[in-house]
């Protein structure tokens, strides 16, 4: 079975100060991983994925994420932090292996304050 | 393109009566995705169907929730009767290709509140 998880539920940095927030996963083949952002009162953006090739993967507003198979890894990173990218960030899965299925797993959500 | 479009964008009702929430895809997608969004649950996926099939409704929470796709530019999800525990945003999603390599595009949601 594919499951995600977002163990921190906040984290808060300071503008300017760069930003990690955290993805585990677990599924019985290669993964398929996205990231993907919820504004206020806004439906889900994308973000970035992985889905084979480079570990570090970049994507819109100058956020990245790097994939680590050993440990089961994808952390949404950014170098310096705006306090517009304050918003819920969720994580999702997909097992290459789950044949019968499209569907994507979301994590819990992390949400994200950056403080002036 | 406007994106995925979703109405009604706020719906507020009583108990026991019927709710209609209505998407319209972006065009040329094949994939469509009801979602519901609470505190308690998060994000749950609902149904979704492909080329207006659909394909996994696992994720619907009982018989008083109804799906359907007549056509590539429309869906409804239905909620009859409506209770309180049913108060939610739903969102629909849309995709084209292999919605699991695929990145899904949501719309701005329907906030309902049943009384």
């Known amino acids: 079975a594919q499951s995600v998880a977002q163990p921190e539920d906040q984290v808060n940095v300071a503008e300017g100060n760069p930003l990690t927030v955290k993805c585990t996963y677990s599924?019985?083949?290669?993964?398929?991983l996205f990231w993907y952002v919820q504004y206020p009162n806004r439906g889900l953006q994308f973000l970035l994925k992985y889905i084979t090739g480079d570990n570090l993967v970049k994507g819109s507003y100058g956020f990245e994420a790097e994939f680590n198979k050993s440990q089961t890894s994808f952390h949404l990173k950014k170098p310096s932090a705006l306090v517009s990218d304050s918003a819920l960030y969720f994580c999702a899965v997909r097992d290459s292996l789950s044949y019968n299925t499209d569907k994507l797993i979301f994590g819990t959500g992390t949400r994200l304050q950056v403080f002036p | 393109d406007a994106g995925v479009i979703q109405s009604p964008r706020h719906e507020v009702t009583e108990m026991g009566q019927e709710v209609t929430l209505r998407c319209k895809p972006i065009s040329g997608h094949d994939y469509l995705f009801w979602y519901r969004q609470t505190m308690m649950r998060g994000l749950e996926l609902l149904i979704y169907f492909n080329n207006n099939v659909p394909i996994d409704d696992s994720g619907m929470p009982e018989d008083r929730f109804s799906a359907k796709m007549p056509n590539a530019s429309f869906s409804t999800l239905k909620i009859q009767p409506s209770e309180p525990r049913d108060s939610a945003v739903y969102f629909c999603a849309s995709s084209w290709g292999l919605a699991g390599k695929e990145t899904q595009y949501f719309g701005p949601g329907t906030r309902l509140l049943v009384l």
């Open positions: 599924v019985s083949g290669n993964p398929y």
